[in-house]
T-cell receptor
Framework: GEQVEQLPSILRVQERSSASINCTYE??????FPWYKQEPGENPKLIID?????ERKQIQGLIVLLDKKAKRFSLHITDTQPADSAMYFC???????????FGQGTVLSVIP | EAAVTQSPRNKVTVTGGNVTLSCRQT?????MYWYRQDTGHGLRLIHY???????QIGDVPDGYKATRTTQEDFFLLLELASPSQTSLYFC??????????????FGPGTRLTVL
């Protein structure tokens, strides 16, 4: 089946610095790439997504980049705060299908 | 806001036991999903459905059955539970493709322990 590789699995950054998470995929037909945030004891929630007709998308301090040639997409969190500490999942869908394949997850810790 | 509920929230059973996990969504969404979450594996899709009576096989279906009885209700069945099925299970719902949003709304999760 489809696979998404997500790195790093653990990320520790100082407050107010930037954090970056990278994902790679195999299927060049993949066309939808969401990112979900899961706080401890909570369910995953969508925070930002990008479609294959875009290369960059920003929502406040969240930036997503998509490099279709390299089959790589990334999440960048600028000016991190302790409230950004959570598990982050990348995911992708292919074609018109709503079926998501998730990465393995990254535990982000923002150190005050 | 989208609403997905799951029951029970916690369940302990023994090897070989019979377990049913329930999910209800009040979003009028067509698609519903069952995932399991395990450390190091992220979220893995077990089964999904795009309407009442429909069932699609996900990526890790072995040992699981599912049934979508109505648009609102989606059930996950473990007929002979094994310790390898100890996990955190999430249900989710979403609009159909082309409905404008691919966002999946997750329930609160069910923690299942198989002894």
């Amino acid at each position: 089946g489809e696979q998404v590789e997500q790195l790093p699995s653990i990320l520790r950054v100082q407050e107010r610095s930037s954090a970056s998470i990278n994902c790679t995929y195999e299927n060049s037909a993949s066309n939808y790439f969401p990112w979900y945030k899961q706080e401890p004891g909570e369910n995953p929630k969508l925070i930002i997504d990008i479609r294959s007709n875009m290369e960059r998308k920003q929502i406040q301090g969240l930036i997503v980049l998509l490099d279709k040639k390299a089959k790589r997409f990334s999440l960048h969190i600028t000016d991190t705060q302790p409230a950004d500490s959570a598990m982050y999942f990348c995911a992708m869908a292919t074609g018109g299908n709503n079926k998501l394949t998730f990465g393995q997850g990254t535990v982000l810790s923002v150190i005050p | 806001e989208a609403a997905v509920t799951q029951s029970p929230r916690n369940k302990v059973t023994v090897t070989g036991g019979n377990v049913t996990l329930s999910c209800r969504q009040t979003n009028s969404h067509n698609y519903m999903y069952w995932y399991r979450q395990d450390t190091g594996h992220g979220l893995r899709l077990i089964h999904y459905s795009y309407g009442a009576g429909n069932l699609q096989i996900g990526d890790v279906p072995d040992g699981y059955k599912a049934t979508r009885t109505t648009q609102e209700d989606f059930f996950l069945l473990l007929e002979l539970a094994s310790p390898s099925q100890t996990s955190l299970y999430f249900c989710a719902s979403s609009d159909a493709p082309g409905g404008g949003s691919y966002e999946q709304y997750f329930g609160p999760g069910t923690r299942l322990t198989v002894l």
